[in-house]
């Protein structure tokens, strides 16, 4: 690939632009460990017992991978939509439709093994996929404003899924589905399922598909300028279309992938609740990158499961941990529009300068 | 004459940037004074620094030889500082008496008096000449009339100093006329102007001084008597500047593209296309001339693919009618297109200029390994660093973003993009609009090189200077009818700017 040579005031401005996260990430903390402070307790220990239950040996790793997964999966959903220029809110429901239907192959066609496991997996994302069709269609032919239709269509998924685990396919009249059997759950690599793996990949994946293939430059085009695309011959409708397609089929396949991968292996009450609208913050605060939003998710991953061992080594109660994750995402889109306010750019360009001009005293 | 305005050093940065730096320029009651500048010159920003819009960095400003702070917009008012933008500031729904008073705090009463306010304005429409239609929505006034609303606006508020920004811009040759009347007669009621325009003509025959900036800072201050055109458009870009003429094609070859009793949106007066015949052969270029709004935007958008025209024939340069409406089906078919507005419809302004250089050549061999699968960022690289170097675009990599290039070297980007395909028709529409005189040389030559080597030209443009200088035939257009064509050599430029107003 050929080097890219960048003006001092770019350099600046990318540093800014991963800079901000990271900020934004430990003022989230300094605010919370004030926090804990007023609640009279010792936030550096809190801390500390946070990351222990996250991180502290491999199955609670394992465990944290595994809660971050469904996160990668909303995330890249949320990233691919947005950079077309769509704001697909309907994660949630593409993530709850994949694994309703992933349910359904399981429960309703009665497979079993690497079969059903696999057509488990390609029907999630298909039905994802179609979920996210829907509001495509709704605005392309009709105009109508794909936030709203995703949010609404949310809804639907959620009470759908409760038909779902309720009345189809309920354990013995429990409001859960059956559990997936053991032969056609996802195969486990260091306690953790492979269904992480699948979603590091899939970022990976993502990336270059969105930064190094003709696709995904019209996709980012048409993203960024609409008209210019349609100006310049790019079939603009087809590739709206196909993101929706795209990003729900993401969320879908993260669906059938937290379905087959994580206890309880069932559809209950709360079956991917949150997580749609976790991952449109995490593509926020990734900044629509895909590898990024990979970390991100892992951060959040670490938030939820040591929020629990905090909660119980220092008493503090576990919503500190989602004032927290509140405090990272408002931060982190305010501090991205901040950089990007005249007067703040000229400090740091200025700064640039005195710099440059420094390096050439020295010299 | 006594001085009325005086502004003394004004810098204005933004960051390190020197907008204005140590301009100094002053106005005496009932004269007009123009500000003379290429684009990017400082006009602006001395002007927004006058109405309160800018704080000056350095610098400042006495009305009546006495100091002031312009804090604000408001605080401009109060001085009887009133300017009429280049575009209009008034609300399309409401009558012109409605944009008048609009906002005006002179009664106590929280109700309007429009019956007062009425008085007032009609006493001041005598006094000074200005013909308005007050209880005539804005939507359906004339563009003449929407500006002496303007102009009123101002005038009602008080206004001693009024600023007058491209007004010409968007007028008639006639309405021009009664526009300069109107000038006229506020100056003789001692009022005075700042009348900002770098049409030559108009500014030798309006102005009683003239002050010329050049990169933000003031050149020098002539009275228009003593000065020549030619001694102005030097002093402006500050060199001997030499217009360069280009031969007229007289026997052009055969027919590239044609649109025959073409008609969108007819009802529409200012939007619309009635009725459109017109041949583009291979080897001219086919000036269309005409003010603003006048059916140009959607010629342009039939000839491009944008839209369907609702009746008559097109036939594209194979000669065969076109069926299908669709930009991609036009580029295939040899357009190249330089469209009215660079930064929303030719460029992605947060894509890379090498990214910009191939949009339209994303899926070739060139550029993609397997058949238009995955992109070859070298050699995209490299070509964006050749088109670079060809074609003079000044940037200090091409993996800077469009959005953050000058205007001239935008449009360069968009030239190199679109003449790199080798168009067998070639459409620009306003190519040179604000852009500085290098760029716009760049950008005719450019033009005139496609059309030696045999590409059917269509210029649109509200320019007539510019239609003039470029076309070897000319069409003009009012209100979506072809009122008529023309010779581009030798042109009967009077018949053809009564054609422009529709006579």
Known sequence: MAKKELSAEERSEKRLMILTPIVSVLLALIVGAIIIAVLGKDPIQGYAAMLRGSLGDPAK??????????????????????????????????????????????????????????????????????????????????????????????????????????????????????????????????????????????????????????????????????????????????????????????????????????TPFRLADGFGSGFGFDGVAIALIAQLNPIAAIFVALLFGVLSTGGTMMQSVIGVPTAIVEIVRGL???????????????????????????????????? | MAELLRMENISKCFGSFYANKDVTFDVREGE????????????????????GLYQPTEGKIFMHGREVQITSPGVAVENGIGMVHQHFMLIDAMTGLENIILGDKRHDTPLLREGDDRKTIEGLMDRYGLEIDLDEKVANMSIG????????????????????????????????????????????????????????????????????????????????ANVTEQELADLMIGQKFQESTYPKVEDAGEVAFELKGVSYRPEVKHGGLKDVSLAIHKGEILGVAGIDGNGQTPLAEVVTG?????????YGPDGKEIALFSPRSFIKAGLGNIPEDRNKMGLVGDMTVAENLVLKQTTSDKFSAGHGKWLKMGEIHDYANKLREENDIRCTSVE????????????????????????????????????????????????????????????????????????????????????GTYPGANPPIKEISLAMAGK
């Not at chain 1, 931060?331 to 300068?353: D, E, H, S, T, Y």
């Open chain 1, 61 to 262: 790793i394992a465990k944290t991978l595994e809660r971050a997964c469904p996160l990668v999966f909303t995330g890249l959903c949320a990233v691919f939509a947005y950079k077309c220029g769509v704001f697909n809110l309907g994660g949630e429901g593409q993530f709850i439709m994949g694994g309703c239907a992933t349910a359904t192959v399981m429960f309703g066609l009665g497979l079993q093994g690497p079969v059903g496991l696999a057509l488990g997996l390609i029907v999630g994302m298909v039905v994802g996929g179609i979920w996210g069709l829907l509001p495509g269609i709704m605005k392309i032919t009709r105009g109508l404003n794909e936030m709203i239709t995703t949010i609404m269509l949310n809804y639907v998924a959620l009470y759908f899924m409760e038909y779902v685990f309720k009345n189809l396919y309920s354990d013995s009249g429990l409001p859960k589905t059956l559990a997936i059997p053991q032969s056609a759950r996802l195969p486990q690599i260091a306690n953790a399922h492979v269904g992480v793996l699948v979603a590091i990949l899939l970022g990976v994946f993502i990336w270059y598909l969105i930064f190094r293939t003709s696709f995904g430059f019209k996709i980012r085009a048409v993203g960024m300028n609409p008209v210019a695309s349609k100006v310049n011959g790019f079939p603009v409708k087809r590739l709206v279309l196909l993101a929706f397609i795209i990003s729900g089929a993401i969320a879908g396949l993260g669906g059938a992938i937290e379905l087959l991968g994580r």
């Open chain 1, 328 to 363: 990272i995402i408002i931060f982190a889109v305010a501090g991205m529009a901040a950089v990007k306010l005249p007067k703040i750019r000229a400090f740091f360009a200025a700064r640039q300068n005195a710099k440059v001009k420094k390096a050439e005293v020295n010299a």
């Open chain 2, 32 to 51: 007009v004074h123009t500000l003379l500048g290429e684009n990017g010159a400082g006009k602006s920003t001395l002007m927004n620094v006058l109405v």
């Open chain 2, 145 to 224: 009339m929407q500006q002496r609303v303007e102009i009123m606006k101002v005038l009602f508020r008080g206004a001693e100093l009024l600023i007058l920004d491209e007004p010409t811009a968007v007028l008639t040759d006639l309405e021009v006329e009664g526009l300069f009347e109107i000038m006229h007669s506020l100056t003789s009621e001692g009022k005075s102007i700042i009348f900002i325009s770098h049409k030559m003509r108009e500014v030798m025959r309006i102005s009683d001084r003239v002050t010329v900036l050049r990169r933000g800072e003031s050149i020098e201050t002539v009275d228009v």
């Open chain 2, 306 to 314: 944008l839209v369907k025209p609702e009746s008559g024939e097109v």
């Open chain 2, 400 to 483: 800077q973003t469009a959005r953050s290039l000058s205007g001239g070297n935008q449009q360069k980007v968009i030239l190199a993009r679109e003449l790199e395909g080798e168009p067998k028709l070639l459409v620009a529409v306003y190519p040179t609009r604000g852009l500085d005189i290098g760029a716009t040389e760049f950008i005719h030559n450019q033009i005139v090189a496609q059309r030696d080597a045999g590409c059917a030209v269509l210029l649109i443009s509200a320019d007539f200077d510019e239609v003039l200088k470029l076309s070897d035939r000319i069409v003009v257009l009012f209100e979506g009818q072809v009122m």
